[in-house]
């Protein structure tokens, strides 16, 4: 069972479209990060959401941590095709990062 | 310096062979990670150093071998590797591994081919 679900899995979308990635979890976390994988290379930290109902935007990406501390989303506004690459959410458990499975964005131009 | 650093940025090795990867921070943090990352899959932790000693070994054969000589470096020793273990090698830093916000910075990764 996967503690943090993340949907959709997959989304290929045309320049100029908006999204929204879901996070979802049964379990309350102390914070979720959002990294951004690009091919051959390693996930970057985008950013940490820590406080229930926190917005934080970066650019064109929004983030939203749920009230409850049980979800968070990743909205793109305007998404542009250096948007494209492997989204993942991840929540720290006692001492370990778990991940949801990604979300795979290509946005063509 | 903000950036964790690995090489070789490629390894392609046969399965009689002993190699080793290497990775180095300078931010600070005493948490270091190894994870295996396949294709479109998120990382899977391998190992967890925190303060120089090993805290976590997620059940990794032994023919993977973990090392930590200073706070700063970090090596993953391979020996009589399978083919099934190609695959994206990731290392990682936080501040303390001890729990809070465990924010992760990762290197680049290894990517490596057992033929």
């Known amino acids: 069972t996967q503690l943090l679900e993340q949907s959709p899995q997959f989304l290929s979308i045309q320049e100029g479209e908006n999204l929204t990635v879901y996070c979802n979890s049964s379990?309350?976390?102390?914070?979720l990060q959002w990294y951004r994988q690009e091919p051959g290379e390693g996930p970057v930290l985008l950013v940490t959401v820590v406080t229930g109902g926190e917005v934080k935007k970066l650019k064109r990406l929004t983030f939203q941590f749920g009230d409850a501390r049980k979800d968070s989303s990743l909205h793109i506004t305007a998404a542009q095709p250096g948007d494209t690459g492997l989204y993942l959410c991840a929540g720290p458990v006692v001492s370990r990062l778990t991940f949801g499975e990604g979300t795979q964005l290509t946005v063509n131009p | 310096d903000t950036e964790v650093t690995q090489t070789p940025k490629h390894l392609v090795m046969g399965m009689t062979n002993k190699k080793s990867l290497k990775c180095e921070q300078h931010m600070g943090h005493r948490a270091m990670y190894w994870y295996k990352q396949k294709a479109k899959k998120p990382p899977e932790l391998m190992f967890v150093y925190s303060y120089e000693k090993l805290s976590i070994n997620e059940s990794v054969p032994s023919r993977f071998s973990p090392e930590c000589p200073n706070s700063s470096l970090l090596n993953l020793h391979l020996h009589a590797l399978q083919p099934e273990d190609s695959a994206l090698y990731l290392c990682?830093?936080?501040?303390?591994?001890?729990?809070?916000?465990?924010?992760?910075?990762f290197g680049p990764g290894t990517r490596l081919t057992v033929l």
């Open positions: 990682a830093s936080s501040l303390s591994g001890l729990g809070g916000r465990n924010e992760q910075f």
């Open positions: 379990s309350v976390f102390s914070s």
